[in-house]
């Protein structure tokens, strides 16, 4: 079975600060992309980063960078100098390169930014 | 705003309704998916088009169905609802050219169904 596990629901910072959400994933195939999806409280489902598997380096997108440990199945997002724009639900997320072309998704991470 | 439209934003209906959800892919997006998301089972993959064809199918109840049209919109037929299918129902695109389908879903804004 393909399945995503985020094991933080939720989390809360101060703005400014670093954050780190973890992912990790199960799936028997070798070639997948994994993705980072924020869903603020307008329920929009917004894409944040994605990462292919057959890359090695961490993909990066301004302030948010990701942790990729293809063997440990983990995938974590950071957020550096956090805003309060940042509050909202993050999900993580696979697709695989064969069967179904259809993302799996975590069960989500809340994060809460303070002022 | 990603470029994929959702119609209607909200639906209220009762037990036994059916209702129709409406999607409109990016321009040049090939591929529409639906997904359903609920409380208790969290984002959910229903059905994938791609040009028109069915192309993959998830956890899709037998009392739903959809389509592709030649205009490349889709639709999301609910029908017998029951409380339980009260939900966001978010449609996706994507441009899947060829058989890898890894291109980036971009998701429209969501249809809540609540179902009394």
């Known amino acids: 079975a393909q399945t995503v596990t985020q094991s933080q629901p939720e989390m809360s910072v101060q703005e400014a600060e670093t954050v780190t959400l973890s992912c990790t994933y199960d799936?028997?195939?070798?070639?997948?992309?994994l993705f980072w999806y924020k869903q603020p409280p307008s329920r929009q489902m917004i894409l944040v980063i994605r990462?292919?598997?057959?890359?090695?380096q961490n993909a990066t997108e301004n302030r948010f960078s990701v942790n990729f440990q293809k063997a440990a199945k983990s995938f974590s997002l950071k957020i550096s100098d956090s805003q309060l724009g940042d509050t909202a639900m993050y999900f993580c997320a696979f697709i695989t390169i064969q069967g179904a072309q259809k993302l799996v998704f975590g069960q989500g991470t809340r994060l809460t930014i303070n002022p | 705003d990603s470029g994929v439209t959702q119609t209607p934003k909200h639906l209220i209906t009762a037990t036994g309704q059916r209702v129709t959800l409406r999607c409109s892919p990016r321009s040049g997006d090939l591929s529409v998916y639906w997904y359903q998301q609920s409380l208790d089972q969290g984002l959910q993959f229903l059905i994938q088009?791609?040009?028109?064809?069915?192309?993959a199918k998830g956890n899709i109840l037998e009392r739903f169905s959809a389509q592709q049209f030649p205009d490349l919109h889709s639709e999301l037929n609910l029908s017998s609802l029951e409380l339980g299918d009260s939900a966001l129902y978010f449609c996706?695109?994507?441009?899947?050219?060829?058989?890898?389908?890894?291109?980036?879903?971009?998701f429209g804004p969501g249809t809540r169904l609540l179902v009394l």
């Open positions: 996706a695109s994507s441009v899947s050219v060829g058989a890898g389908g890894t291109e980036t879903q971009y």
């Open positions: 990462q292919e598997a057959y890359k090695q």
């Open positions: 088009y791609y040009n028109g064809e069915e192309r």
């Open positions: 799936t028997s195939e070798s070639n997948y992309y």
